[in-house]
């Protein structure tokens, strides 16, 4: 049995509305006599109020090459994983100190030594902490790092497992790329961090329960998501047929996990799905049967912040874990994330 102790999110400083970044990528991505119409439509159509940058929007336009991206990934990222893992770990009431195994997962920069690696000592980890940097995940890394946290602390049930994610996605921008893909990256993604914190049974932490997980990759699907990495970095991978494969596979992946527990999906009490786009929601809520209000904390973080990759799915979790009333004691719920793969992650937990 794991027990999630705290959950933090953090997001970068600069905030904008979505209008303001439309206007700032068609400078940037519309080559001359680019349609913005286009990428007006896309903007408008992407659920997305307002989003957090990790740069000022005017310096957007002079970040030239990789390498410069990159290092302001390290930079920038580190500065804001400090921040969630430190508060993660004071929400928990637990020291740095007594943090065995950190996970850390991102898709959108690369660092060696990674990121917990760097931050062990600026936070106060123990040097013999075990490490575990996961990259190439993407969306589905916040989930898939709460389940093998859960698996590690199944075998250590005395000792305490940190996820760290942190996801700039807008480092990833394509200048001068008007294709379909890269103006809808550019409508949807945000910059963000989130630290979870999770101790095995035999400590005495509150916190909802981790009861089971699953991974599933889809055979045939691995063209449809991820990354192209170039001279020029990160350039996305989004098939238009994303959202069919949702409404092809989700929905009896769910079903029959649920059922290996007696459960089916109106016994779910909270659904923590991360944000993939209102096609991909819409697509999860019907395949799933929900009502309208089950994927309402979603929705509203893709308005406020927008996609944060990995981490989205950790600030859903954190605001599922401040409703008021919250999920009755004892009912399921349900997080789950998909992934580039195509893969899907569901983490089964109990309140």
Not at 134 to 156: N, Q, S
Not at 229 to 249: A, K, N, S, W
Request: glycine content about 12%; aromatic content about 4%; hydrophobic content about 45%.
């Amino acid at each position: 049995m794991t027990r999630i102790a705290a959950v933090h999110g953090v997001v970068p400083p600069h905030r904008y509305q979505q209008r303001e970044i439309t206007d700032a990528l068609a400078t940037i991505c519309l080559p001359t006599g680019g349609d913005r119409g286009v990428l007006d439509r896309l903007h408008a159509t992407a659920g997305v109020t307002a989003r957090h940058l990790v740069l000022p929007l005017e310096e957007y336009a002079g970040l030239n090459g990789f390498g410069r991206a990159n290092d302001l990934f390290i930079e920038e990222g580190l500065r804001l994983g400090e921040q969630a893992l430190t508060a993660a770990l004071a929400e928990a009431g637990i020291e740095p100190h007594e943090v065995d195994l950190v996970i850390s997962t991102s898709v959108t920069g690369i660092a060696a030594p990674s990121l917990e690696a760097l931050l062990v000592g600026r936070v106060g980890l123990r040097p013999d902490v075990k490490r575990l940097p996961v990259f190439g995940l993407g969306c589905a890394g916040g989930a898939a790092g709460l389940a093998r946290l859960h698996d590690y602390l199944e075998g250590h049930p005395d000792q305490v497992a940190v996820l760290l994610s942190v996801e700039l996605c807008s480092l990833t921008l394509q200048r001068a790329d008007a294709t379909v893909r890269n103006l809808v990256a550019g409508a949807l993604f945000g910059d963000g961090a989130a630290a979870l914190v999770a101790v095995g049974r035999d400590r005495a932490n509150p916190g909802p329960v981790v009861t089971a997980t699953r991974s599933r990759l889809y055979p045939g699907t691995e063209g449809v998501l991820g990354w192209h990495i170039g001279d020029t970095g990160f350039r996305i991978v989004l098939g238009p047929e994303l959202p069919e494969l949702v409404r092809l596979h989700l929905g009896e992946e769910v079903r029959s996990f649920l059922a290996e527990h007696d459960l089916k999906p109106p016994d779910v009490t909270a659904w923590v799905c991360h944000p993939g786009g209102p096609k991909v929601l819409d697509a999860v809520q019907e395949t799933l049967g929900l009502d309208a209000n089950a994927l309402q904390l979603t929705r509203s973080s893709l308005a406020e912040v927008g996609n944060l990759s990995s981490a989205s799915v950790l600030h859903i979790l954190r605001d599922t874990l401040a409703l008021r009333p919250p999920p009755p004691p004892g009912t399921p719920g349900l997080l789950l994330a998909m992934g580039p793969g195509f893969c899907s992650e569901l983490v089964l937990l109990r309140w």
